[in-house]
């Protein structure tokens, strides 16, 4: 049987982890408007994480307020994804009429009412 040799992959482009092409190119190209945003979005996703490994882990005694810091993490993370996609100059053609006012208006009016029920459930 005669041996082949084969030849290792010809390296394309740079010598860059993927990891570290994508946060170059989130850097690079993401306005200043939605990273603050996303900032948002990463503390309350780490928010919620942390109340809910808190209620597994220690307690959940009053449960209620368990609940209702929860659902405000989530609500409120829903709330802002909905903004980052409405103020996302990429999506432009599916937003046509809702400005970046409006969209903030609209996210703030909801955070309102979110926070306004959370309130109210926890007694």
């Known amino acids: 049987m005669p041996t082949t040799k084969t030849s290792a992959p010809a390296k394309t482009g740079s010598s860059q982890s993927p990891l570290s092409s994508l946060w170059t190119a989130y ?61 996302n100059p990429a999506n432009r053609t599916e937003f046509k009429e809702v400005s970046p006012e409006r969209a903030f208006a609209d996210f703030a009016i909801g955070s309102i009412v979110l926070h306004f029920f959370v309130y109210n459930f926890l007694g």
């Open 27 to 87: 850097y690079d190209t993401t306005s200043t408007r939605l990273k603050t945003i996303d900032a948002f979005l990463v503390f309350l996703m780490l928010s919620g994480i942390i109340q809910f490994l808190y209620c597994i882990l220690v307690t959940n005694f009053p449960f209620n307020a368990f609940l209702a810091g929860f659902a405000s993490c989530v609500g409120q993370f829903v709330l802002a994804a909905s903004l980052r996609a409405q103020v």
